[in-house]
């Protein structure tokens, strides 16, 4: 019996620990995640018009590293890591959005999307 308790208690403890990603050494702050998250998104919804000769994932992605100054790896890390937090990542998809509809009521008038929710939070893919 006595074997039965510790074993529970070593699986309690176990599952109550912190499983939180730990901060990555070369973590890309917050705002400039944010902006390579709506770069992202723009050149995702050119690439999604399927235009002939268009661009691929691969120039997307080396288009992305180049102009701030990152490497994959370090984007996947600091990605994954903000993910960790849904909430506070959610907002960064706000914030997204809200730069997309300012964006738009520049070229068309109205904004983007209407009503208050963000149609799309999908993080867009970096292979």
Same mark, same amino acid.
């Given at each position: 019996?006595?074997?039965?308790?510790?074993?529970?208690?070593?699986?309690?403890?176990?599952?109550?620990?912190?499983?939180?990603?730990?901060?990555? /050494? *070369?973590?890309?702050?917050?705002? %400039? +995640?944010?902006?390579?998250?709506?770069?992202?998104?723009?050149? &995702?919804?050119? @690439?999604?018009?399927?235009?002939?000769?268009?661009?691929?994932?691969?120039?997307?992605?080396?288009?992305?590293?180049?102009?701030?100054?990152?490497?994959?790896?370090?984007?996947?890390?600091?990605?994954?890591?903000?993910? /960790? *937090?849904?909430?506070?990542?959610? %907002? +960064?998809?706000?914030?997204?959005?809200?730069?997309?509809?300012? &964006?738009?009521? @520049?070229?068309?008038?109205?904004?983007?999307?209407?009503?208050?929710?963000?149609?799309?939070?999908?993080?867009?893919?970096?292979?």
């Amino acid at each position: 019996m006595k074997k039965i308790v510790l074993l529970c208690l070593v699986f309690l403890t176990i599952s109550c620990q912190d499983s939180a990603i730990e901060k990555p /050494s *070369d973590l890309i702050e917050k705002d %400039k +995640m944010t902006a390579i998250l709506y770069d992202l998104t723009l050149l &995702e919804a050119v @690439k999604s018009q399927n235009i002939k000769g268009g661009i691929s994932q691969e120039e997307i992605n080396q288009y992305i590293f180049k102009k701030h100054k990152i490497n994959k790896k370090q984007f996947v890390a600091s990605n994954k890591f903000y993910a /960790s *937090d849904v909430e506070d990542y959610k %907002k +960064m998809f706000e914030e997204i959005k809200e730069k997309l509809d300012e &964006e738009n009521k @520049k070229v068309t008038g109205k904004p983007l999307t209407t009503g208050n929710d963000t149609q799309n939070s999908d993080t867009p893919t970096v292979y």
